[in-house]
């Protein structure tokens, strides 16, 4: 139980580091942070529950009024702001790239984690966050899909290094899928 | 570990958490319904006052909060321009701009350990067992306190990449970060263990 609850405040803490890391750009020009890899890397390392669980104890300490998310925002507003739909899709994108992690992870490789990451990250979480634009911005789902669409090639690479970093998390520490 | 909650006094800090988060609330469902311009103008124009009671400093740190908004309200009315709809965009803007606004001014007027008293009482009263909430109450204290100690150990380890290559580091750390993280959860399980479970 302990193990459980470390693990997931650790991977919290994590989401939250990886968001003060300097942003990569593109050769589009878009910056990627790497906070959206984090809510992958729950979901593919620490699978469906506790993925998920990790993610919801870090937004709530976002809603707490810790600057926590990529560029130091935090607090209610963000839960107000455009990207609303991207926050609530974060716990469900963790906790369906950890369930598709859990089901392949007898197959080893980068692979399954990266569409398990793909599925989850970048699917499920840009289609709750196009729906919560569209409902934020008074726009059809196609209009509020094309906003999005500049971070897509930057998810997929992202996808592409969540399979790489849990497969060599997974051989450096193989208890870690142990509950 | 650094909150959001400004420095600068205002009469809202004596507020009671409960009704400022209830306000919120209420303005922010009434805010959706929002369709003139001149209302919304107004509303914002409210939210802005009450900003400037908290003097011109506060008002300033709330500007700053509102950075990264602003990028989103330029595309919003770029939009609208070119489609030739400009009082429409008007009003998702505004009512965007007020609900943020609004949401930010009672982040930077309550204290965390207010709020987290607010979400303690809201648990209690639905009836989350005493257990539970110690153990909820532990994973924040955890990711408050371990959020800065990854952060100085990721610089740890950027600069000890710096010292061997001029390469910039990038994605290659974030392997070896996760696992000091991993690490951490383990020995910190073995610490609780040792001290009886504390769970």
């Given at each position: 139980m302990e193990r459980n609850l470390t693990l997931i405040a650790l991977f919290a803490a994590l989401i939250a580091a990886l968001g003060l890391v300097p942003k990569l750009t593109l050769i589009s020009g878009v910056p990627i942070s790497a906070q959206s890899l984090g809510?992958?890397?729950?979901?593919?390392?620490?699978?469906?529950?506790r993925g998920a669980l990790a993610v919801l104890?870090?937004?709530?300490?976002?809603?707490?009024?810790?600057?926590?998310?990529?560029?130091g925002r935090g607090g209610l507003g963000v839960f107000s702001g455009v990207t609303m739909g991207y926050l609530i899709g974060f716990p469900v994108a963790a906790f369906v790239t950890g369930l598709l992690a859990e089901m392949w992870r007898s197959r080893g490789g980068f692979i399954f984690p990266a569409v398990a990451a793909l599925i989850g990250?970048?699917?499920?979480?840009?289609?709750?966050?196009?729906?919560g634009m569209s409902i934020k911005l008074d726009k059809t789902l196609a209009d509020a899909a094309l906003l999005a669409t500049p971070f897509i090639p930057g998810d997929v690479l992202k996808c592409v290094l969540a399979g790489l970093i849990t497969q060599g998390l997974l051989k450096a520490r193989p208890g870690l899928v142990r509950a | 570990m650094i909150s959001l909650?400004?420095?600068?006094?205002?009469?809202?800090h004596g507020w009671p958490t409960v009704a400022k988060l209830v306000g919120l609330c209420l303005f922010t469902l009434a805010v959706f319904y929002l369709d003139s311009v001149t209302v919304g103008a107004g509303v914002m124009g409210i939210v802005m006052l009450a900003y400037l009671v908290g003097g011109g400093l506060f008002a300033m740190q709330g500007l700053r909060m509102m950075r990264p908004v602003l990028w989103f309200v330029a595309i919003i009315m770029l939009w609208h321009l070119a489609v030739g709809r400009t009082a429409e965009g008007a009003?998702?803007?505004?009512?965007?701009l007020a609900a943020v606004a609004l949401a930010n001014l009672v982040t930077m007027t309550t204290r965390l350990e207010d709020i987290l008293a607010v979400?303690?009482?809201?648990?209690?009263?639905?009836?989350?067992?005493p257990r539970l909430r110690r153990r909820l109450a532990l994973s924040v204290a955890l990711v408050v306190r371990f959020t800065p100690l990854l952060v100085q150990k990721g610089g740890a380890l950027s600069e000890a990449w710096r010292?061997?290559?001029?390469?910039?580091?990038?994605?290659?750390?974030?392997?070896?970060?996760?696992?000091l993280a991993v690490d951490d959860a383990e020995q910190v399980a073995e610490a609780l263990k040792a001290r009886g479970g504390a769970l």
């Open positions: 809510i992958m890397l729950c979901g593919t390392v620490l699978g469906a529950k104890l870090f937004l709530a300490l976002v809603a707490l009024g810790l600057p926590l998310l990529a560029g990250g970048v699917v499920v979480l840009n289609v709750l966050g196009i729906i | 909650t400004s420095e600068i006094r205002t009469p809202y009003v998702v803007i505004l009512r965007l979400v303690e009482r809201a648990l209690a009263r639905l009836g989350v067992s010292a061997r290559t001029h390469r910039r580091p990038g994605w290659r750390l974030v392997l070896p970060f996760a696992l």
